[in-house]
Nanobody
């Protein structure tokens, strides 16, 4: 069964860093585009970052541009979201997702989703 599993979330002070991982299993996701979304309490799911299958194209929400970096490992089956200069406004559950249709900044095209990992940034 194909699945994505996020890890790396936790509690960090403002200004700190975290690296989220998204491990794929059940099939090869090396040719899939991946995206990261987040959902804060009481809010809808919002786009954070996306990349095409080989990292040649990346996209970021304005709120995280310059602070977050999306990437994949050499196998293409593990994705990462490096988050630097974290702020309390970054507190949310973070989800990774994968799609064959190319990177998207909306949730609809993504076929596979992880269960989410909590990121909490204290002030």
């Amino acid at each position: 069964q194909e699945r994505l599993v996020e890890s790396g979330g936790g509690l960090v002070q403002a200004g700190g860093s975290l690296r989220l991982s998204c491990a794929a299993s059940g099939r090869s996701f090396s040719t899939y585009a991946i995206g990261w979304f987040r959902q804060a309490p009481g809010k809808g799911r919002e786009f954070v970052a996306a990349m095409n299958w080989d990292g040649g194209r990346t996209y970021y929400a304005d709120a995280v541009k310059g602070r977050f970096t999306i990437s994949k490992d050499n196998t293409g089956n593990t994705g990462y979201l490096q988050m630097n200069s974290l702020q309390p406004g970054d507190t949310a559950v973070y989800y990774c997702a994968a799609t064959t249709t190319g990177p998207a900044i909306v949730a609809g095209p993504y076929e596979y989703w992880g269960q989410g990992t909590q990121v909490t940034v204290s002030s």
